[in-house]
């Protein structure tokens, strides 16, 4: 196959990288030493041609009407478009030409070529790297159309939606890929949370995606449900109503509507704590003979409770020792389980990071409610001490992996996130960073534990001076 290209440049050369010896490539450029270092390195340029790539002459000369392809590489529109213009009058049956002006695009598509808007294509390549680089963008039908394919995730609405509720006027969901399969969903088919949503639409298709499943909107609780449980299973006045004024302020700087208040009959007397919120939220006090406990699942099966709110129960050592309670309670819950011990305003969010899968979701989550409380978010990351481990060259590489996680994370989410490296006994230098802090955001993967040793992730709940928010999934 003969192929003619104008201008020998990085573009051309990364082509002809590619292009076998079934091709017999003639190559056009003013600059003569440039066309030289080609024909030394591609046994494919048969030809070269120095001289204006706009010039019919040149273009004659060298043997434009033999040619199967001809390629407009240069760096100047005008010369391109000139040069697709005769390439066209001589019958050329398949043109292609570079565009970097997006206005001049009509221009070539008028000739009925194929025009590669080259700053069009990058823009949205970074465009779509700075939104999400999770989200993987292809584009097709010569630049008229892209798939998107994008994770459905713990933050991401449409988990759980139905097909025809996902939905825009210039995109559509044309499959989902699920265990390494390719499914074409039915119409009723609802989503999982891993699954990878195939959408084909317009140009610009992350935006629009974006502006229906609301990728930028802060989405805790609503991810969850959109109502609120605040368990009261104390007799103290002062305690319980420092737990209700935390979660009313917890309420009010989400999207939550309603809640629901929790307690064993003759503990709630907090009428006139509650009448002055009523306004602006839909407060129901519901009062039983069982304990809150019990209170608590029923209330997750039958309303949409986006998290639970109750506070850290008074312990003893040895409790920590036979069973989590706070943990074992927080794994029975459809939703995050928050232990409230007043200390909102909430201006400081600490996660505790290993890189789990369920400390990514918690940072998620925290950085979801940065949004909403205008807070900053740190991580901490806490290692063996260095003699536990020696000369390990993955133990010592653990650490930067996961701070390479968070950092994809708040770029991804555009917000900084402090990272604090402690060394020693987790609990221990957890407990004491987070005395500067207003909330803690807690990821729990398990709440199994070893017999008679201590659950890591009860003591962190119980110990941490301020709230502490366990998400499980």
């Excluded at 060298?62 to 760096?75: P, S």
């Excluded at 009509?106 to 294509?121: H, R, S, V, Y």
Aim: net charge negative; with cysteine.
């Amino acid at each position: 196959m003969k192929v003619l290209i104008c201008g020998a440049s990085w573009i051309a050369d990364e082509l002809l990288k590619r292009m076998g010896e079934k091709w017999e490539v003639t190559l056009i450029d003013k600059q003569e030493k440039q066309l030289n270092s080609f024909s030394s390195r591609f046994v494919s340029v048969v030809r070269l041609k120095v001289g204006d790539a706009s010039s019919p002459v040149v273009l004659e000369e060298a043997g434009l009407e033999r040619q199967d392809y001809f390629l407009a590489l240069t760096d100047d529109d005008r010369v391109n478009l000139a040069a697709s213009k005769f390439a066209k009058e001589k019958n050329v049956k398949n043109i292609m030409a570079l565009v970097r002006d997006p206005e001049r695009l009509p221009e070539f598509k008028d000739l009925g070529i194929w025009a590669f808007p080259m700053t069009t294509f990058i823009a949205r390549k970074l465009y779509h790297y700075l939104q999400d680089p999770r989200m993987k963008v292809s584009i097709v039908g010569q630049g008229e159309a892209e798939v998107l394919e994008i994770e459905i995730g713990p933050n991401l609405m449409a988990m759980g939606r139905k097909v025809e509720e996902i939905s825009g006027e210039n995109w559509r969901i044309v499959g989902y890929v699920r265990d390494g399969q390719l499914f074409y969903p039915p119409p009723k088919n609802g989503y999982e949370e891993g699954d990878r949503l195939v959408i084909l639409g317009k140009p610009d298709v992350v935006r629009a995606v974006c502006s229906v499943i609301e990728c930028e909107k802060p989405k805790f609780p609503m991810v969850y449900g959109n109502e609120m449980a605040v368990a009261l299973p104390l007799r103290s006045d002062a305690k319980a109503r420092d737990i209700v004024h935390e979660s009313l302020y917890l309420a009010q700087h989400t999207r939550t509507r309603n809640i629901y208040v929790l307690c064993e009959t003759g503990v709630c007397d907090l009428q006139d704590d509650l009448r002055r919120w009523s306004e602006s939220l839909d407060i129901h006090i519901q009062e039983d003979d069982r304990k809150v406990e019990r209170q608590i699942k029923r209330i997750c099966e039958e309303k949409s409770v986006g998290v639970v709110v109750m506070p850290s129960l008074d312990h003893k050592f040895m409790d920590s020792l036979t069973k989590p309670t706070l943990i074992n309670l927080a794994h029975t819950l459809p939703c995050p389980l928050f232990v409230a011990k007043a200390s909102n305003p909430y201006h400081k969010i600490l996660v505790p990071y290993n890189g789990s899968s369920k400390t990514q979701i918690a940072l998620e989550v925290a950085v979801d409610l940065a949004q909403q409380f205008d807070a900053y978010v740190a991580v901490v990351l806490v290692e063996e001490p260095e003699f536990l481990h020696g000369d390990n060259i993955e133990e010592k590489n653990w650490m930067e992996n996961q701070l390479k996680k968070v950092r994809e994370t708040g770029r991804i989410h555009k917000i900084k996130i402090e990272e604090c490296v402690r060394q020693g006994n987790v609990v221990k230098e957890i407990t004491e960073l987070s005395k500067d802090f207003n909330l803690m955001v807690m990821g729990s993967d398990t709440r199994s534990k070893v017999f008679l040793e201590p659950h890591v992730g009860e003591l962190l709940v119980r110990k941490t001076p301020c709230s502490v928010l366990i998400v499980t999934g």
